[in-house]
């Protein structure tokens, strides 16, 4: 996996009907405040899937413009997010391309024990077995977005 600086890729966030009160990646949408964060966070993450690279939690709340506070709370709100709208269409966990600078390479805890709740996770999150798992992931993310 290859990290890249978060000032490296830019997303446009200008879509047309973003605005929608029913669009649901609109920030204002009472029906879930963090949606807005999550598709956003899909949306850069797509793009380094694209590009074959993985990006620090930290990072991704630069990219997001997030402020203080609980700055990564709300990302790990938006990934959890993401973990559950990617089991349900059972499709790979983008949030595999986050990772924590502070834990060699690996996302935090949290991401496999989420993977674990949502039925794809078993083993330990500091084993061998949470590697496989992060790598599967990873490359299945990446192929998907390889695709046209």
């Not at 200008?14 to 649901?24: A, F, G, I, R, V």
């Not at 999550?38 to 380094?48: D, I, K, M, S, V």
């Not at 391309?97 to 330990?124: H, I, Y």
Request: overall charge negative; some cysteine.
């Amino acid at each position: 996996m290859t990290r890249v600086p978060a000032s490296a890729i830019t997303i446009d966030d200008n879509q047309s009907d973003l605005s929608s009160p029913t669009n649901p990646n609109n920030p204002t949408n009472p029906s879930n405040p963090a949606h807005g964060l999550a598709g956003r966070l899909r949306e850069h993450l797509q793009t380094l899937a694209a590009l074959r690279v993985a990006i620090s939690d930290r990072d991704l709340a630069k990219a997001m413009l997030l402020s203080p506070p609980q700055t990564m709370y709300q990302v790990t709100e938006a990934l959890e997010q993401l973990l559950a709208e990617d089991a349900a269409t059972e499709s790979p966990f983008i949030a595999a391309l986050v990772v924590s600078r502070w834990r060699s390479g690996t996302p935090a805890p949290g991401f496999f024990d989420c993977a674990a709740q949502l039925g794809r996770f078993a083993g330990d999150a500091t084993g061998p077995d949470a590697r496989v798992f992060l790598a599967a992931e990873f490359e299945a993310s990446v192929a998907l977005g390889a695709l046209p």
